[in-house]
């Protein structure tokens, strides 16, 4: 999946592109596949990324998993390119899955359950994503400098391709 929007912003500090491998991804719901779309949307819109030491952006960003890491494959918007960065999975592991049954959790809430019952297991939901931003951002740190919004975004494609159909 690719997404490409010109954005405003330092451009030396800006991702203009994202894709994501597609054999790291494995079949999803619709759900899924929205949380995606929105998160490299909302990525593109506003986003402030720079690999540390590199000052020449805006970049291009190509997310894939091999053998459970993270592949940040940064280039310039141009192509060329910057660095890549890979990062274990395993400490995202357990976050991950408690996201993942609590997005479950909501999505059927949605559908017939009482406003304050989605509002609970929403909270519930976007503190753990907020956990995983976090963790994003602690593992990436002297590496890959991110704010918290683009932490966020970053986090909800990790999850899409940590899990495989």
């Given at each position: 999946m690719?997404?490409?929007?010109a954005?405003?912003?330092?451009?030396k500090?800006?991702?203009?592109k994202?894709?994501?491998?597609?054999?790291?991804?494995g079949?999803?719901?619709s759900?899924?596949?929205h949380?995606r779309?929105?998160?490299?949307y909302?990525?593109i819109?506003?986003?402030?990324?720079?690999?540390a030491?590199h000052?020449g952006?805006?970049?291009a960003l190509?997310?894939?998993?091999t053998?459970?890491?993270?592949?940040?494959?940064?280039?310039?918007?141009?192509?060329?390119?910057v660095?890549?960065h890979?990062l274990?999975?395993?400490?995202?592991?357990?976050?991950?899955?408690?996201?993942?049954l609590?997005c479950?959790s909501?999505?059927k809430a949605?559908?017939?359950?009482t406003?304050?019952q989605?509002?609970?297991?929403d909270m519930g939901?976007?503190?753990l994503?907020?956990?995983?931003?976090?963790l994003?951002?602690?593992?990436?740190?002297?590496?890959i400098d991110?704010?918290?919004?683009?932490?966020?975004r970053l986090?909800?494609?990790i999850?899409?391709?940590?899990?495989k159909g």
């Amino acid at each position: 999946m690719t997404s490409e929007r010109a954005a405003g912003g330092d451009p030396k500090r800006r991702l203009v592109k994202v894709t994501l491998d597609e054999g790291s991804i494995g079949r999803s719901s619709s759900d899924i596949e929205h949380e995606r779309a929105v998160a490299i949307y909302d990525l593109i819109e506003d986003n402030s990324f720079a690999p540390a030491g590199h000052d020449g952006g805006p970049y291009a960003l190509h997310l894939s998993i091999t053998e459970n890491r993270l592949v940040f494959d940064i280039r310039l918007g141009d192509g060329t390119p910057v660095m890549a960065h890979l990062l274990s999975l395993t400490p995202f592991r357990r976050i991950v899955k408690d996201y993942f049954l609590l997005c479950d959790s909501y999505y059927k809430a949605i559908r017939n359950a009482t406003p304050n019952q989605i509002e609970a297991i929403d909270m519930g939901r976007r503190g753990l994503h907020n956990e995983g931003s976090e963790l994003l951002r602690e593992r990436l740190n002297e590496k890959i400098d991110v704010d918290f919004d683009t932490a966020r975004r970053l986090f909800t494609l990790i999850c899409v391709l940590y899990w495989k159909g």
